[in-house]
């Protein structure tokens, strides 16, 4: 693209942050905002219009400048500075798109007065602040790792009250964010990427803006930590001490969101040194389990909490969406049930059968990997198509987090920085994830109104339907 292109872009989308960024002090997820609400109630309120007219107008301009440059950005330079540009009105507006901000805020207080997070929900523990937590989430245990339980607890020291709790939380977030901005040059140039590619999908994108910056959500200190693993073993591959600390780094991720564990067999790939024999993958794993167990052990212990917060992440598929495809799927029958008098209680079927097909699909992704690293004459060459190891293993971990987003038994919007951090570093076409990750900036109203909540059942039926369209093409092929 043309400079003047390229400018216009930066500025179509600094325009769309503030606007989101206004949309945010008219009505996003302030402490004292009613809960319960749909879209025609906000449309009804005071600033209602004007709310909704500046979070749609906002998100199409981020939406559109971050696409119209997804096959990378003028320079590196500038990549990282728009991306600067587009977070700062952001920095400074009140919780956007999402009301977790003031879970973790309540989580960090039960925590802090020495009551045990993952044994009972923030309403039975006395938090002051309940009240601005989402009622779903009043009741259940936390279902994050000891570090972030005591980040959230350092928070609320910190922060004192709520106003503050919450500008520290966001504080630790914006950490996470600019850790992962550290890590991303390291491995664009070890997966053989442009830099000012992967800069420009991994940061300047909708979903880090609203929902890492200004929602401050606990995914960024995760990513970052994964980011920063990553990168040291790319740097220093198959050495003891190097080792040790990437799984010591991908430990503390883990136990920040667990969601990252599905990353650690791919990491293990990229931490061989040399031929990719099989001792070598085993030397290299030890290493690279002990630093990461060894991790988990110490918060787990440091935190006093132990391993309670194994149990609370059955919580975190309590909220049932369209927005997950067995979920969607699960819809789907229980109607086709009803239609003939019968309830077949789908949802929790297919949502056990999917993780069941996730384990199959991750072993699948990982051992193709191996194979392809190991030169196998009978599966493509995916080492000649990135380039080299780190590349092969990097591209396995984004689409291994890819699945894992795709068959989880919940999806909100921000799960999808999760795959996109890692896919910024592939080779690969872009607009298959940009198009799901751009499309996933329009789920949540600047309160944190969820709109899949209001079209279950023909979001149900259109998912359903990719789902199969999706499935149909892979079998022709």
Known sequence: MTAPGAALSRYAGLLGAVLLAVAAHLGGALPDAPLGVTPASIWRAPDGPATLTCWLVGTVLLVGAWWSLRDGAPSTRWAYVTAGLWALPLLVAPPLGSRDVYSYACQGWTYAHGVDPYAVGVAAAGCPWVDTVAPI?????????????????????????????????????????????????????????????????????????????????????????????LLVLVRRPGRPATLLLAGALLGLAVTVKATAVVVVPFAVLAGVRGRYTWRALLRGGGWLGAGLLGAVLVTSAASGLGFGWVGGLTHSGDSEQWTSPPTAVGFVLDYAGALVGRDPQAVPVLRAVALLLLAGVLAVLWWRAWRALRGADDVPRVAQVEGNGPGVALRGAALALVATVVLSPVFHPWYATWPLALLALTAGRTTWFVLPASAAAFLTLPDGTNLARFTKAPGAVAMTALLLTVLLRAARR
């Open 137 to 229: 989430w009043r009741d259940t245990p936390a279902p994050y790792g000891p570090v972030f339980v005591l980040l959230a607890a350092l928070a609320v020291g910190v922060g004192g009250g709520l106003t503050g709790t919450v500008v520290a939380l966001r504080v630790i977030a914006v950490a996470g964010v600019l850790l992962a901005a550290y890590c991303l040059p390291g491995l664009a140039r070890a997966a053989g990427v442009p830099v000012r590619r992967a800069a420009w999908l991994a940061l300047a994108g909708p979903l880090v803006g609203v929902h890492l910056v200004a929602g401050a959500h606990n995914d960024a200190v995760m990513l970052g930590l994964l980011l920063c693993g």
